[in-house]
């Protein structure tokens, strides 16, 4: 079946560090590859999303890059604020049958001190 | 403004009580997903549905029911064969035509059962 697997967490960082959240997946064919984040006590929002292999979704500062060859989607961003302190939740839509259908991993928190 | 709604944002249940969340979206969306958020871990799909008058059930289905009669609507009922229904709701919305089509999500309930 299809998974996703994110580092563990939580993740603590000073305001201005390099992030990275390593997410892998197991999928059969070609799935669309996101990344949501959830604000404390809201739902999620879409961050970005790549389609195909060697895409890179890009918004806000983050950036991840569709690996087919490593089966990997993993988060970046140069210089986090206090402000990107959430839960990051990387997904797959494996599509066929399943379209629509999202798995997600288990979440990574980020805290961003001053 | 498009979105989705979600109500009540707080929810207090008895044991042995049947209780329905609302989800509402006005984005024209065909398909309608209902979530649970438990702390630690990822989203988990109870049910989806792809066009009114039809659903799914999902990964955790069992002690819950839903309707779609409209295509706006898509409320999710807690039973009281739920055995363990305290959790983050989450209800989400997306036209899955598209491959990597997005999922939008309401602010979702959070359900506590006394």
């Known amino acids: 079946g299809n998974s996703v697997t994110q580092m563990e967490g939580p993740v603590t960082l000073s305001e201005e560090a390099f992030l990275t959240i390593n997410c892998t997946y197991t999928a059969t064919g070609y799935p669309s590859l996101f990344w949501y984040v959830q604000y404390p006590g809201e739902g999620l929002q879409l961050l970005l999303k790549?389609?195909?292999?060697?895409d890179k979704g890009s918004n806000k500062g983050f950036e991840a890059t569709y690996r087919k060859e490593t089966t990997s989607f993993h988060l970046e961003k140069g210089s986090v604020q206090v402000s990107d302190s959430a839960v990051y939740f990387c997904?797959?839509?494996?599509?066929?049958?399943?379209?629509?259908?999202?798995?997600f991993g288990q979440g990574t928190i980020l805290t961003v001190h001053p | 403004d498009g979105g989705i709604t979600q109500s009540p944002k707080y929810l207090f249940r008895k044991e042995g009580q049947n209780v329905t969340l609302s989800c509402e979206q006005n984005?024209?969306?065909?398909?309608m997903y209902w979530y649970r958020q438990d702390p630690g871990q990822g989203l988990r799909l109870i049910y989806y549905s792809q066009i009114v008058n039809d659903f799914q059930k999902g990964d955790i289905a069992e002690g819950y029911s839903v309707s779609r009669e409209k295509k706006e609507s898509f409320p999710l009922t807690v039973t009281s064969a739920q055995k363990n229904p305290t959790a983050f709701y989450l209800c989400?919305?997306?036209?899955?035509?598209?491959?990597?089509?997005?999922?939008?999500f309401g602010p979702g309930t959070r359900l506590t059962v006394l």
């Open positions: 989400a919305s997306s036209n899955p035509g598209l491959a990597g089509d997005t999922q939008y």
């Open positions: 790549a389609t195909k292999a060697d």
């Open positions: 984005l024209n969306h065909d398909a």
């Open positions: 997904a797959l839509d494996a599509g066929g049958t399943s379209y629509g259908k999202l798995t």
